[in-house]
């Protein structure tokens, strides 16, 4: 089974500051995907990025990237220039290949002050 | 566009009554689940299902139950509503496979039990 670690539980940043979300996750399979969600003050959980096991390479996204380290079983999340509507809370879950269904933990809380 | 659609946003109920939150998701997925989400306790799975007329109990099934009659169709039912229910809901899908390992969330259902 996947069990997934967000040690922040909220961070409060001033706009334009650059904020990273910590990821850390636990599993026994070769083979699997990680996954971040987004879920603003409106509730509905927001598709970020997926991520497979095989591919460590970082990825960006406009003023978002993320960097996946195997190795520490990590995969961090990076606002650049962090807006206000950027405050959500941040999830971070894990899927094994033959999973059905996600692990979810609390998600971390962010608030970006204007 | 991914569309996962829950039929009630918000929702005030009485303890004892017998609650039906719809689900519906144009993206023919064969994965269907219902999640909820409690203040500092993340998302816990109630109930998913892997096709219709499938369904496996989650992490929290106790005083729930669930319908899926057709593909794009899941329903949660509490079938005797109690103030410990009063909780955010989501609904959500995904396909099959590894390629399929995405889940779509719907925007909520907030339920509250006086």
């Known amino acids: 089974a996947q069990k997934v670690t967000q040690a922040q539980t909220e961070i409060s940043v001033v706009e334009k500051e650059d904020v990273t979300l910590d990821c850390v996750y636990e599993t026994r399979d070769t083979t699997y995907y990680l996954f971040w969600y987004k879920q603003p003050p409106s509730g509905e959980l927001v598709f970020l990025i997926r991520?497979?096991?095989?591919?460590?390479q970082n990825e960006i996204s406009g003023r978002y990237s993320w960097n996946f380290q195997k190795s520490t079983s990590s995969f961090n999340f990076t606002i650049t220039a962090s807006q206000v509507v950027d405050s959500a809370v941040y999830f971070c879950a894990p899927l094994n290949n033959y999973g059905q269904n996600f692990v979810f933990g609390p998600g971390t809380r962010l608030s970006v002050l204007p | 566009d991914v569309k996962v659609t829950q039929s009630s946003r918000y929702l005030v109920k009485r303890t004892g009554e017998k609650v039906f939150l719809e689900c519906v998701q144009d993206?023919?997925?064969?994965?269907m689940f219902w999640y909820r989400q409690d203040p500092g306790l993340g998302l816990r799975l109630i109930y998913f299902?892997?096709?219709?007329?499938?369904?496996e109990k989650g992490d929290i099934p106790e005083g729930y139950s669930v319908s899926r009659e057709k593909k794009e169709r899941f329903s949660l039912i509490l079938e005797s509503a109690s103030t410990n229910q009063t909780s955010m809901y989501l609904c959500?899908?995904?396909?099959?496979?590894?390629?399929?390992?995405?889940?779509?969330f719907g925007e909520g259902s907030w339920l509250t039990v006086v």
């Open positions: 299902s892997y096709d219709v007329k499938m369904k």
């Open positions: 993206m023919d997925h064969e994965n």
């Open positions: 959500a899908s995904k396909g099959r496979g590894p390629s399929g390992n995405t889940i779509y």
């Open positions: 991520r497979n096991s095989f591919d460590e």
